[in-house]
């Protein structure tokens, strides 16, 4: 939850612009050296696209919060059409066109900076909207209803995004989640939910463990070595880094109570 951290340090208010800046530019590099900026695998990727049947070489897919692109290549390789990256920091996108130009994607896979609450899309634009881990910043419901313009009657959405798997779970677990990110909710609610913002709920599923230990903490616990040398005595690194070893003990304690889900669904006219 790379932004989730920012919030709540309140590094997203103006309080302290110094601070902020500061401590963004930290959280930024440190994501940066990450092939991914959230949960995932290449093998889920490919899966949730195995549900969208209506891609060709003139598609046009956009990648709401691709980070540097780890989802993005794979998707890239696996589908046909325009695939465009969109990220609201810059460095994320230097790195996601990099990473294109050196896989030989540059004619058909573009990073661009933006923000996700005003995307640079015409209506009826998009025949797939793809974002892992990344919907949560403007809110799950929010983001089904306002992307929706930019889709193709009969185009997708597939988005990863965080659930609980049980109906009731223990307190330290919710406490934590109700601080950082109030919109979790079960499967079956968030399923819901889309069905209301006007698209058929067409598969889920859980993204596995190794999502989190192997692509996600295991890659992050390396960049924390790193990371804690170079901004030794640091307090805002440190700090950073106390939240993300937080983060990583509460999954391992709590995983079978929540963890990330991928929906795939399809805009229906309404
Ligand atoms: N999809 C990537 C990154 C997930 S992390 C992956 O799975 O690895 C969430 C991403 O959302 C980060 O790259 C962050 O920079 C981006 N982000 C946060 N707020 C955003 C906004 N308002 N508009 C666009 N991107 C945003």
Redesign the pocket.
């Known amino acids: 939850m790379?932004?989730a951290y920012a919030k709540h340090s309140k590094i997203m208010s103006n309080e302290n612009k110094t601070i902020h800046e500061f401590d963004f530019n930290l959280i930024c590099e440190f994501f940066s050296y990450m092939e991914?900026?959230?949960p995932?695998s290449p093998e889920v990727t490919i899966k949730a696209l195995s549900f969208i049947d209506n891609l060709t070489e003139r598609s046009c897919i956009a990648d709401?919060?691709?980070?540097t692109g780890?989802?993005t290549m794979v998707l890239a390789r696996h589908a046909p059409g325009h695939i465009t990256g969109?990220?609201?920091?810059p460095n994320?996108i230097n790195i996601f066109n990099r990473n294109a130009e050196r896989l030989g994607l540059q004619n058909r896979v573009k990073g661009i900076v933006?923000?996700?609450?005003n995307l640079p899309f015409q209506h009826e634009e998009l025949d797939l909207i793809w974002s892992?881990?990344?919907i949560y910043?403007?809110g799950f419901k929010q983001g089904l209803n306002e992307w929706r313009k930019y889709l193709k009657t009969g185009g997708y959405i597939a988005v990863s995004e965080s659930a609980w798997f049980t109906d009731e779970r223990p307190e330290e677990i919710y406490n934590y989640w109700m601080e950082h990110y109030p919109e979790i909710d079960t499967i079956p609610n968030k399923v819901a939910q889309i069905q209301k913002a006007g698209y058929i709920p067409v598969a889920t599923f859980i993204l596995p463990e190794n999502c989190w230990a192997e692509h996600y903490f295991a890659p992050k616990a390396k960049v924390q070595g790193l990371f804690l040398n170079k901004y030794a005595g640091n307090k805002a690194a440190e700090e950073f880094m106390a939240h993300q070893s937080r983060e990583e003990e509460l999954y391992s304690k709590y995983k079978e109570f929540y963890g990330y889900v991928f929906f795939i669904a399809k805009k229906i006219e309404q």
């Open positions: 790379l932004l991914r900026q959230g995932g709401i919060g691709c980070g780890g989802q969109l990220d609201l920091f994320f933006g923000s996700m609450d892992e881990g990344a910043n403007i």
